[in-house]
């Protein structure tokens, strides 16, 4: 991620950035660090900006079906984490409300990942995010569509 969000550390409890950009980047190392799931998938954030969010990891043995193949839960959190970041990225605490996801094509041990979540809609409370994840040749492994729901609450208080 760029480096023109302050450290979590050193946000004032009244001093919140007024770019949305180094918003955007202050929401995420918020959320990563106290992101367990996405830890445990070695899933790390490439770059996120106001409604979008693009995260990737590297397939592990562990995480191999029966076919040594990327079992599809393991995309499918990918994809969740990049939707979270993407809906989260102004601020505002927002959860999923549904989503569904294509599997397109296998992805094997070694094959590193990215999810690329862009904001399609955001109405209200309400928003729906598309996320595209791929192998590192460029191709297309997943189409994940997520529905959001913004609560009370903002990620990093002031």
Do not use: W
Request: net charge negative.
């Amino acid at each position: 991620m760029n480096s023109s969000a302050p450290d979590v550390q050193d946000v004032n409890a009244n001093t919140l950035p007024d770019d949305p950009q180094a918003l955007a980047e202050l929401t995420a190392q918020t959320m990563y660090a106290g992101d367990q799931a996405s830890q445990a998938l070695g899933a790390q954030v490439v770059s996120v900006a106001p409604g979008k969010a693009s995260m990737s990891m590297t397939v592990r043995s562990d995480m191999l079906n029966g076919h040594k193949t990327c079992h599809g839960g393991f995309i499918f959190a990918l994809a969740d984490s990049a939707f979270a970041f993407a809906c989260n990225s102004r601020n505002a605490v927002t959860v999923a409300s549904g989503c569904t996801i294509d599997f397109l094509a296998p992805a094997f041990e070694g094959d590193v990942l990215t999810a690329r979540a862009d904001e399609y809609s955001l109405a209200g409370r309400t928003g729906v995010y598309d996320v595209h994840v791929s192998k590192q040749d460029g191709t297309r492994v997943a189409v994940f569509r997520g529905r959001s729901y913004r609560i009370k609450g903002q990620v990093v208080e002031t």
